[in-house]
């Protein structure tokens, strides 16, 4: 099981093996935690998934599934991209959520990254209620089978980052 650490701040500016980001099933960018990380990781990250795409997924990539790229100019050695669920208050997507999780850590693992920083998944424009997504993402981890030896929450604001020590708190319990 890794270890937990939860951190107010930016994710672009962690220095981890590996930043996840929260994107979208073309995953030629977009606003929110997407935005900022291929703004701050330069072209190649784009390029490369833009091969990804022509290579091995031409429809997107499926939700709840994950890739690696190179990192770019950020302090990380790779950038693993996953898409999250949209919220909808008529069907449980929980799971889709939750394999966002070990799916990234699955590919952290191919890569050999022994760290691993997540934003709040889905907690943006997907609109998922972030005391539902902690809860979500904090055991997923929790119960991962990986290598990685820290996962790191980094948390966009004192509101969602009081939240995720709830959360955690209440798991510890
Ligand atoms: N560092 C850490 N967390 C951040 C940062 C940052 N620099 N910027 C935003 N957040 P979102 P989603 C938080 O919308 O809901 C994109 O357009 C933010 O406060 O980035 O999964 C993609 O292309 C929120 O808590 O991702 C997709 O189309 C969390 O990151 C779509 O949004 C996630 O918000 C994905 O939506």
């Known amino acids: 099981m890794p270890k937990i650490i939860l951190v107010e701040g930016d994710i672009t500016k ?15 960018g977009g606003g929110g935690v997407d935005g900022a990380i291929h703004r701050a990781g330069g072209r190649t990250i784009l390029e490369e998934c833009k091969q990804i795409r022509a290579d ?5 990539l499926p939700t709840g599934q994950a890739v690696a790229t190179t990192a770019g100019d950020l302090h990380a050695t790779w ?9 909808a208050k008529s069907e449980d997507r929980s799971h889709l ?6 799916e990234s850590l699955r590919v952290a693992d191919e890569q050999g990254a022994r760290s691993v920083a997540f934003p709040a ?16 993402a904090l055991s ?34």
């Open 97 to 102: 959520l939750a394999s966002c999780h070990t």
């Open 121 to 136: 998944i889905s907690t943006g424009v997907y609109r998922y209620p972030i005391e539902e997504a902690a809860t979500i």
């Open 56 to 60: 091995r997924y031409p429809d997107g």
């Open 14 to 28: 962690q220095r981890v093996d590996a930043i996840v980001n929260a994107a979208n099933s073309s995953l030629m």
């Open 140 to 173: 997923t981890v929790a119960e991962s089978n990986t290598a990685v030896k820290e996962v790191r929450f980094v948390l966009h604001g004192a509101d969602a980052y009081a939240v995720f020590e709830r959360a955690l708190r209440a798991q510890m319990r």
């Open 79 to 87: 950038v693993i991209h996953t898409v999250g669920p949209t919220y």
